[in-house]
Nanobody, 114 residues
């Protein structure tokens, strides 16, 4: 059973930056396509960005050009660098595989507000 632990969220002003981390247990991490998701209050969870085991990335349209997903397979860790944050980025951010098949972690809250 792979465990996922997200961290790095917080309160930031519009235009600010945050870097989220996702630590995964188990060696299967390095073989898996991974993704960041987010869920805003009253909304369904949505895919934010994905990264293949080899580093190929793709992004949801609302975050293109502002967010960067990366991974360090040696550390079993994935990252999400978020720049130029907007109030509409406020959500709980989660990591999981590209198709969300592992157990969900607690997530990390990101609040963008002045």
């Amino acid at each position: 059973q792979v465990q996922l632990v997200e961290s790095g969220g917080g309160l930031v002003q519009p235009g600010g930056s945050l870097r989220l981390s996702c630590a995964a247990s188990g060696t299967i991490f390095r073989l898996s396509m991974m993704a960041w998701y987010r869920q805003a209050p009253g909304k369904q969870r949505e895919l934010v960005a994905r990264i293949s085991s080899g580093g190929t990335t793709n992004y949801a349209d609302p975050v293109k050009g502002r967010f960067t997903i990366s991974r360090d397979n040696a550390k079993n860790t994935m990252y999400l660098q978020m720049n130029s944050l907007k109030p509409e980025d406020t959500a709980v951010y989660y990591c999981n595989t590209g198709n969300g098949v592992w157990s969900w972690g607690q997530g990390t809250q990101v609040t963008v507000s002045s």
